[in-house]
């Protein structure tokens, strides 16, 4: 299934798995009933939620645990912004009682904010969606509902580390073939640092790259199956480019 088959709740998951920031809008405490817009890095948990990490002392912290509504449009950078692809996710933000479930998920996107994470300060919070508005490009605009957005909970999400650490100590090889194959970059380095029902994510020499699944996995044999496959094929484009 490629990106032009798949659902529009799909579609929308699958964009915003391919960001890692967005603009977090609050109702404003200070300006009673005007919006608050700030920056937010953010990763999605194996469901689709959007994880943000915050401090206390923050104004859209405050705003949020006065009133949990927020918005978060995530698009990445086009010299033309109106024709590119964005998704808005509206919800209410909830934060999380405990930092360890989603830290070694986040500080692995976001290697750089370790040293917020030890912060007493800062917590967790997870958006959970109450309705998405989905720009896919031309002709493609959409409501989608939670329920075609989001994924159950599945046992990939406990697996996610042993997956990682396999894969990073005995197929680094094939790492490296996938930018080749998917991406066209060779690269001297590349770990896998994420992985969820909906792709993969590697740190390759100095950049995040993106690998979305044909369809969703929902456990470690899933997954196996597919990089492995995804591995065949690229051996295959190999054999092609270098020829007997």
């Given at each position: 299934?490629?990106?032009?088959?798949?659902?529009?709740?799909?579609?929308?998951?699958?964009?915003?798995?391919?960001?890692?920031?967005?603009?977090?809008?609050?109702?404003?405490?200070?300006?009673?009933?005007?919006?608050?817009?700030s920056?937010?890095?953010?990763?999605?948990?194996?469901?689709?939620?959007?994880?943000?990490?915050?401090?206390?002392?923050?104004?859209?912290?405050?705003?949020?645990?006065?009133?949990?509504?927020?918005?978060?449009?995530?698009?990445?950078?086009?010299?033309?912004?109106?024709?590119?692809?964005?998704v808005?996710?509206?919800?209410?933000?909830?934060?999380?009682?405990?930092?360890?479930?989603?830290?070694?998920?986040?500080?692995?996107?976001?290697?750089?904010?370790?040293?917020?994470?030890?912060?007493?300060?800062?917590?967790?919070?997870?958006?959970?969606?109450?309705?998405?508005?989905?720009?896919?490009?031309?002709?493609?605009?959409?409501?989608?509902?939670?329920?075609?957005?989001?994924?159950?909970?599945?046992?990939?999400?406990?697996?996610?580390?042993?997956?990682?650490?396999?894969?990073?100590?005995?197929?680094?090889?094939n790492?490296?073939?996938?930018?080749?194959?998917?991406?066209?970059l060779?690269?001297?380095?590349?770990?896998?640092?994420?992985?969820?029902p909906?792709?993969?994510?590697?740190?390759?020499?100095?950049?995040?790259?993106?690998?979305?699944?044909?369809?969703?996995?929902?456990?470690?044999?899933?997954?196996?199956?597919?990089?492995?496959q995804?591995?065949?094929?690229?051996?295959?484009?190999?054999?092609?480019?270098?020829?007997?």
């Open positions: 299934m490629n990106a032009a088959e798949k659902s529009n709740g799909e579609a929308s998951r699958c964009f915003v798995r391919g960001q890692h920031s967005g603009v977090l809008s609050t109702i404003s405490k200070r300006v009673e009933g005007f919006p608050f817009g920056v937010a890095p953010f990763v999605l948990d194996h469901t689709g939620c959007p994880v943000i990490l915050i401090s206390t002392l923050a104004e859209h912290t405050k705003n949020i645990d006065a009133d949990p509504r927020v918005s978060l449009i995530v698009q990445p950078y086009s010299p033309d912004m109106q024709v590119a692809g964005r808005t996710l509206i919800g209410r933000a909830l934060r999380q009682a405990d930092k360890s479930t989603l830290g070694a998920r986040y500080l692995r996107l976001h290697p750089e904010a370790e040293s917020y994470f030890a912060m007493h300060d800062f917590s967790f919070y997870r958006i959970e969606p109450v309705r998405i508005r989905f720009i896919g490009g031309f002709g493609r605009i959409h409501w989608v509902e939670p329920e075609q957005y989001l994924l159950p909970v599945s046992a990939l999400a406990d697996q996610e580390e042993d997956i990682l650490q396999h894969m990073n100590s005995d197929h680094v090889e790492l490296k073939a996938y930018c080749h194959h998917v991406h066209g060779a690269v001297t380095e590349a770990r896998m640092i994420g992985i969820d909906d792709g993969f994510d590697l740190r390759a020499d100095a950049q995040v790259l993106r690998f979305d699944f044909a369809q969703p996995v929902h456990d470690a044999q899933q997954a196996r199956q597919t990089l492995v995804l591995a065949q094929a690229a051996k295959a484009s190999q054999a092609a480019r270098t020829g007997p």
